[in-house]
């Protein structure tokens, strides 16, 4: 069974702060890497993907992915209260019982005024 | 562009009905998969369809099943109902659900079983 491992939180930050999401997989050969945010009630929401080692921006997002050490974070830069939600890293899986995306449980994120 | 559109949103049964759950996938999307969601329990993956053809089936009872329609329109059934279904019924179109193709969610159909 292919797993990816979040720590469930909840992080707390400060608004303004930097919100540090972090993600770990057990296919070596995973090729692509999702981040969604979620909120209470509502569905999830792709926010940034990711293909190559290094780092990807996207406004006050950046992914990092790391292959060699088989993770892949998400930064959100200048956090808002409305960043509070449950982040979700997924990584693509090619079909089988686990579907073709396998998500981490996420991560609660709380921005405090 | 249109995104994935389910219907109905909300639903409540009682124990031992049937439910069907429809979903209409983006434009040009031929992948649609199905995830149950739970408190606790994360994503849980249902099965994926691809082309009216069942590609992917996760761990879950027969009472759970599903189809795709030409149009790549799909539905989900699930029958004999019990309490343990109650959940947020999530599906995802994507282009191939292959390679680099991300998956999209719709709104989701809460179901409550009574």
């Known amino acids: 069974q292919k797993e990816v491992e979040q720590n469930s939180g909840p992080l707390s930050v400060p608004e303004g702060a930097i919100a540090s999401l972090n993600c770990t997989y057990s296919?070596?050969?995973?090729?692509?890497f999702f981040w969604y945010r979620q909120y209470s009630g509502k569905s999830p929401e792709l926010i940034m993907f990711i293909y190559s080692n290094g780092d990807k921006e996207d406004g006050r997002f950046t992914a990092q992915l790391n292959k060699a050490s088989q993770y892949v974070s998400l930064l959100i830069r200048d956090s808002q209260p409305s960043d509070s939600a449950t982040y979700l890293c997924?990584?693509?899986?090619?079909?089988?019982?686990?579907?073709?995306?396998?998500f981490g449980k996420g991560t609660k994120l709380s921005v405090k005024p | 562009k249109a995104g994935v559109t389910q219907t109905p949103r909300y639903l409540i049964k009682t124990r031992g009905q049937q439910v069907t759950l429809s979903c209409s996938p983006i434009s040009g999307h031929r992948s649609v998969s199905w995830y149950q969601q739970t408190p606790g329990q994360g994503l849980q993956f249902l099965f994926e369809?691809?082309?009216?053809?069942?590609?992917n089936k996760g761990n879950f009872p027969g009472r759970f099943s599903g189809r795709q329609f030409s149009n790549s329109r799909s539905e989900m059934n699930v029958s004999t109902l019990e309490l343990g279904d109650s959940a947020l019924y999530l599906c995802?179109?994507?282009?191939?659900?292959?390679?680099?193709?991300?998956?999209?969610f719709g709104n989701g159909t809460r179901l409550t079983v009574t």
């Open positions: 369809y691809f082309s009216e053809t069942q590609r």
């Open positions: 997924a990584v693509m899986n090619y079909g089988g019982s686990q579907g073709n995306l396998i």
């Open positions: 296919d070596r050969g995973s090729q692509s």
């Open positions: 995802a179109s994507s282009l191939d659900g292959q390679g680099y193709s991300p998956l999209h």
